[in-house]
């Protein structure tokens, strides 16, 4: 009855020793399949958390049903043009300038549309926007700018910081070139001086915007009063505008199909830096035109918006 093991153990407490070994051994594996299958549903719940939360159809939901149509035609309207192009990567800097649209006769529709435009790009990794305005006392927004912060970064520029207004500077943020930069300059200082052509390119816009954009170009033209320096590659400003007339990129030579993208507009001089800009505004556009012609073209805008 009292007998001892050897080593002091009683045989009751052999028995419980092995009795709770029995049972480690049997519940263990059932532990362990818990254990595993809390952390797989955390996983799992998680990932499903982030999709509903960045899903297109979230998205979506969290604007009214009465704004929802609106905001999907005017958005993709707005990705046929420069916009479309700095989201494919094609240009770091781009301008959304409504002062020239139809979304402006609405004030109340085109703040709506601002609304919903900005809250698709505030968690973005990649892109953020800026807002230009008619007069910062009263925040009527005239335009808006779609930045490529990446794109900035290997221009070793801050996407936060004001916009340098240098031309240089502002040639290559908006994909133009820096000698398509420097010919502007001397093209439109010209050009104002000899009261020729509107310098706005805008090419395939549809008629009653057509005339809005020329009205306006004419109306704030006014010549200059005092004659820019002679260029000394010159004997006069004649002679010079005679050459930059001559020199300066056609659209009928590059503008081509699809021409319901409204590809980046600019003045521009032959040369190769402008062939090597305009062969990748083309294949942008081609691009641009296969996303924007799928029924899925908003999951994919999306898609290119979140991507890190």
């Given at each position: 009855m009292g007998s001892m093991v050897g080593n002091g153990i009683s045989e009751r407490g052999v028995g419980n020793f092995f009795q709770r070994g029995i049972l480690n051994t049997l519940f263990l594996p059932w532990v362990i399949w818990f254990i595993l299958g809390a952390l797989f549903f955390c996983i799992f719940y998680q990932g499903w958390f982030k999709y509903l939360s960045f899903s297109p159809q979230s998205k979506l939901a969290t604007i009214p049903p009465e704004d929802r149509a609106l905001f999907l035609e005017e958005f993709r309207d707005v990705l046929r043009s420069d916009f479309g192009?700095?989201?494919?990567?094609?240009?770091?800097l781009s301008l959304e300038e409504f002062g020239i649209t139809d979304l402006n006769k609405d004030p109340k529709k085109k703040q709506r549309f601002i609304h919903w435009l900005k809250s698709l790009f505030d968690n973005s990794p990649r892109f953020s926007i800026r807002f230009l305005y008619f007069n910062d006392r009263d925040g009527?927004?005239?335009?808006v700018y779609l930045i490529d912060r990446q794109a900035f970064k290997e221009l070793h520029?801050?996407?936060?910081?004001?916009?340098?207004?240098?031309?240089e500077k502002i040639g290559m943020l908006f994909g133009?070139?820096?000698?398509n930069a420097q010919f502007f300059v001397r093209f439109a200082d010209l050009n104002s001086c000899f009261r020729k052509k509107p310098v706005v390119r805008k090419p395939h816009l549809?008629?009653?915007?057509?005339?809005?954009?020329?009205k306006r170009y004419h109306a704030a033209y006014v010549p200059f009063t005092i004659e820019p320096p002679i260029n000394p590659q010159f004997t006069s400003l004649e002679e010079e505008w005679k050459w930059m007339v001559q020199n300066e990129h056609p659209y009928e030579e590059w503008d081509k199909l699809p021409f319901w993208i409204s590809k980046p507009a600019f003045v521009s001089k032959k040369s190769e830096e402008t062939d090597k800009i305009l062969k990748n505004f083309n294949n942008g556009a081609t691009q641009l035109g296969a996303i924007l012609h799928d029924d899925c073209w908003f999951e994919r805008v999306l898609e290119i918006i979140e991507a890190k």
């Amino acid at each position: 009855m009292g007998s001892m093991v050897g080593n002091g153990i009683s045989e009751r407490g052999v028995g419980n020793f092995f009795q709770r070994g029995i049972l480690n051994t049997l519940f263990l594996p059932w532990v362990i399949w818990f254990i595993l299958g809390a952390l797989f549903f955390c996983i799992f719940y998680q990932g499903w958390f982030k999709y509903l939360s960045f899903s297109p159809q979230s998205k979506l939901a969290t604007i009214p049903p009465e704004d929802r149509a609106l905001f999907l035609e005017e958005f993709r309207d707005v990705l046929r043009s420069d916009f479309g192009f700095t989201l494919l990567g094609v240009k770091p800097l781009s301008l959304e300038e409504f002062g020239i649209t139809d979304l402006n006769k609405d004030p109340k529709k085109k703040q709506r549309f601002i609304h919903w435009l900005k809250s698709l790009f505030d968690n973005s990794p990649r892109f953020s926007i800026r807002f230009l305005y008619f007069n910062d006392r009263d925040g009527d927004v005239y335009g808006v700018y779609l930045i490529d912060r990446q794109a900035f970064k290997e221009l070793h520029e801050d996407p936060d910081a004001p916009f340098d207004c240098g031309a240089e500077k502002i040639g290559m943020l908006f994909g133009y070139g820096k000698e398509n930069a420097q010919f502007f300059v001397r093209f439109a200082d010209l050009n104002s001086c000899f009261r020729k052509k509107p310098v706005v390119r805008k090419p395939h816009l549809f008629d009653p915007i057509r005339e809005r954009v020329e009205k306006r170009y004419h109306a704030a033209y006014v010549p200059f009063t005092i004659e820019p320096p002679i260029n000394p590659q010159f004997t006069s400003l004649e002679e010079e505008w005679k050459w930059m007339v001559q020199n300066e990129h056609p659209y009928e030579e590059w503008d081509k199909l699809p021409f319901w993208i409204s590809k980046p507009a600019f003045v521009s001089k032959k040369s190769e830096e402008t062939d090597k800009i305009l062969k990748n505004f083309n294949n942008g556009a081609t691009q641009l035109g296969a996303i924007l012609h799928d029924d899925c073209w908003f999951e994919r805008v999306l898609e290119i918006i979140e991507a890190k």
